[in-house]
């Protein structure tokens, strides 16, 4: 039956939403969305109010805590939000800031010179979305306590104790997990935003700790303070690089009138040459990131490419032919630059503040960045001609790379003729529904071909290791056919031509042995992504498939397993299920504590062979006291938590007999074999070995496939390792992998 239409529609279907119901149906509106981004951009909306009170001189130290039952804290030592009877609202003035949108101290100036909250939704906003919220504040000498619930007041304001001098801020919060589908706080995220803001305000120091840990049981803990300021910063980012200039400093100042009145504008701009041919652009407004950019951004572009064009001109080291071609992307080849301003009453695209929309400092910033970069050329002329060869270096490869270029363009989306001859595309034209397949060789990429599902599954096979992206120009790159094979099938174009919304497959999905070649296919692959074509990553477009490493049978029935540790978990399981486990006095262990102590043995098996594949001794490592080094930490950690349990570790290296089943080495072999009896195990050494139904059932089938989505948590993080292992500079990669070496598990499966 047809649905039946409804043609009422008056006053009574208008809805009008008071106060945080608007923010509670609508969340996205207010803070992008309600998956990981917006979880944690609660965050930044209370630690950018403490910023806030840094940047008006009154808060020095800022402390944001993870707490073990997943809320968190900020904790600031401002001035504390005013607790005094508002004069219009009649309530507390903190219970106004937290229940009622565009209520905040920060729209007339007289507090705030500058900072980051603009519509005073901000707190408010994470005070709705959040299942509880609880608020300390220090002031007048007083301890203020107040609680909230989704928006509500639950406990009134009232004094809890006395605080003496001091003042400040506390706020609690728990997410409420009706509105978000994540469930918890990443210390990686966090970090790069906190590290970001101690960067810019290098006055300040910020203590964060995660007290709940990663699912590993990995805890992080890390104060930030650097003195040198967005100086300091752009190191940081270069940290690996090789700079070909230093890092060259310089700010300013102007006023702006606007209808509303004469502001002062400021400006800080440093900036970086390296060698390497990628760009890092972090822009700030009052220590917001805008990770669109916006009009300080588009002013400093202008003042670079204006100022580099006007020094080489004049002095001769650009040639007038040369002038012509010459764009700002070669002037910015390896540059790195933080440009941080303060803004009055700044004009945000969006409540996420992700784009500066204000159009009177885009001719500042480029007023500012045109008069002190022209200086400090002047005065350094060596430094001056460097930039300018790179420069010129940079637009060369570019004009040698169009010839390169012209073979990956396509006349539209689903032309397939100008496709590449190997892709085995699918007949699914929707790009949301369909997947590409990167398969490592001819022979897994025949398999993938025969088992796949032909109308939404496109498979390209590679043919040995692409050309590493990290180090080499776009000219060479586009000349690697592998490259230009991707490129034309993925079907964004590259360069000029890039569009990401012409992108063929919404999964692009990175496929390769479970070896060491595989590995580093793979990582060639995402150094690729990563530099190249990044929006895909942030899209959510780039996958890594997870083939299984073990295919177990036992009386007709088969399973995969992904990992050996998965494996050894399986085994142990099966072992137990007939099998006595005795402990120290002979007395049979119950089944869930035989299983804990079964799990730590194979763990601590696993740390003392990996070890001792790299030359140390297991037990030597684990009684000096001076040992250092992540092989050492992680031996006191397994045979402490041992320990914990009832054991020592000499019951694991001794010759006696610790439990009435022998040795400790010695149960866990035998359990684990027990698991073993009437089992068929095969590893597979790589994808090839599978048949087509086989790999297209464990690691293609969209019901039964585990993949890892591609991400970007820390977009600075993610730049320096691929700088490290990926770039030129040897002795910062010897020592990463020295320094790491026993933490590697499964490197040649």
């Not at 001609?385 to 390169?404: F, H, S, Y």
């Not at 569009?499 to 580093?520: C, E, L, N, P, Q």
């Not at 089992?679 to 050494?685: D, N, V």
């Amino acid at each position: 039956m047809a649905e039946e239409k409804n043609g009422n529609y008056n006053a009574e279907n208008i809805q009008v939403l008071e106060g945080m119901e608007a923010v509670r149906k609508r969340p996205a509106m207010y803070i992008g969305d309600t998956g990981e981004r917006g979880y944690h951009h609660l965050v930044y909306e209370v630690v950018d109010n403490s910023i806030d009170e840094a940047l008006a001189g009154y808060c020095s130290l800022i402390d944001v805590v993870i707490n073990r039952d997943g809320s968190l804290t900020v904790r600031d030592n401002g001035r504390g939000i005013p607790v005094d009877m508002h004069p219009t609202q009649h309530k507390p003035a903190i219970e106004v800031v937290l229940t009622v949108l565009h209520a905040g101290g920060k729209f007339d100036g007289s507090n705030y010179k500058v900072s980051g909250g603009l519509h005073g939704v901000g707190v408010s906003c994470v005070n709705a979305l959040s299942d509880w919220m609880k608020v300390d504040v220090k002031r007048g000498g007083k301890l203020h306590h107040i609680e909230f619930s989704r928006g509500h007041v639950t406990r009134p304001l009232e004094v809890v104790g006395d605080c003496g001098d001091e003042t400040g801020t506390t706020v609690t919060f728990f997410p409420d997990h009706t509105i978000f589908t994540c469930r918890k706080f990443k210390a990686s995220i966090l970090a790069a935003r906190l590290r970001e803001l101690a960067f810019l305000n290098k006055g300040v120091t910020i203590h964060f700790k995660d007290e709940e840990g990663d699912e590993n049981g990995h805890f992080f803990e890390e104060t930030f303070h650097y003195e040198g300021g967005i100086d300091a910063f752009v190191e940081y980012l270069n940290a690996n690089k090789a700079p070909i200039s230093p890092v060259i400093h310089f700010e300013g100042q102007r006023e702006c009138t606007r209808l509303d009145g004469t502001y002062l504008i400021q400006a800080e701009v440093s900036m970086q040459y390296t060698d390497t041919y990628s760009t890092i652009e972090q822009t700030y407004c009052n220590n917001i990131h805008t990770v669109e950019g916006g009009t300080h951004l588009s002013g400093f572009r202008r003042a670079l490419t204006a100022t580099v064009k006007g020094y080489g001109e004049r002095n001769k080291l650009i040639k007038e032919k040369e002038l012509a071609s010459l764009t700002g992307d070669d002037m910015r080849e390896g540059l790195t630059v933080v440009v941080s301003v303060k803004v009055p009453q700044p004009q945000f695209e969006g409540q996420t503040k992700t784009k500066l929309g204000n159009g009177e400092v885009d001719g500042i910033v480029s007023g500012i960045v045109s008069e002190k970069l022209m200086t400090f050329f002047e005065e350094n002329p060596a430094v001056a001609k460097t930039i300018i060869e790179k420069t010129l270096l940079a637009n060369r490869a570019r004009e040698a790379a169009r010839a390169a270029r012209e073979s990956t363009r396509r006349k539209g989306v689903m032309d397939g003729l100008s496709l590449p001859g190997k892709l085995r595309d699918c007949s699914e034209r929707d790009p949301a529904k369909t997947e590409l397949y990167l398969v490592e060789g001819d022979s897994a990429g025949g398999s993938a071909c025969k088992g796949r599902n032909r109308a939404t599954q496109a498979i390209l096979p590679l043919r040995g290791k692409i050309i590493n992206v990290e180090k080499a120009r776009i000219d060479r790159m586009l000349a690697n056919n592998e490259v230009r094979t991707m490129i034309t099938a993925i079907g964004c174009g590259f360069g000029e031509e890039w569009d990401v919304s012409k992108a063929r497959y919404h999964k692009i999905v990175i496929m390769t042995d479970a070896d060491v070649d595989g590995a580093h296919i793979r990582t060639l692959l995402l150094t690729f992504f990563y530099r190249r074509m990044p929006e895909l990553i942030e899209k959510g477009y780039v996958y890594i498939a997870q083939p299984p490493l073990y295919k177990v049978e036992r009386k007709k029935k088969t399973e995969y397993v992904l990992t050996d540790g998965e494996l050894t978990e399986k085994l142990l399981t099966l072992g137990l299920d007939d099998y006595e486990v005795k402990g120290k006095d002979g007395a049979p262990l119950d089944r869930e504590r035989a299983r804990a102590l079964l799990v730590l043995l194979a763990e601590i098996e696993a740390t003392a062979k990996m070890v001792g594949e790299r030359g140390f001794d297991a037990a030597a490592l684990l009684k000096d006291e001076t040992a250092q080094g992540s092989g050492a930490s992680m031996l006191k950690k397994e045979f402490s938590s041992l320990s914990g349990i009832g054991y020592a570790a000499e019951d694991w290296f001794g010759t006696n007999a610790p439990t009435a089943n022998g040795p400790l080495v010695k149960l866990l072999d035998a359990v684990r074999n027990h698991g073993k009896q009437g089992l068929a195990i095969m590893r597979f050494k790589g994808l090839g070995e599978m048949d087509a139904d086989e790999l297209y059932d464990t690691t293609m089938n969209p019901e039964k496939r585990h993949m890892l989505r591609v991400k970007l948590e820390d977009a600075v993080k993610a730049d320096q390792m691929f700088t490290l292992l990926m770039g030129d500079e040897v002795e910062p990669r010897r020592k990463f992998i020295e320094d790491n070496a026993l933490n590697v598990r499964n490197l040649d499966f």
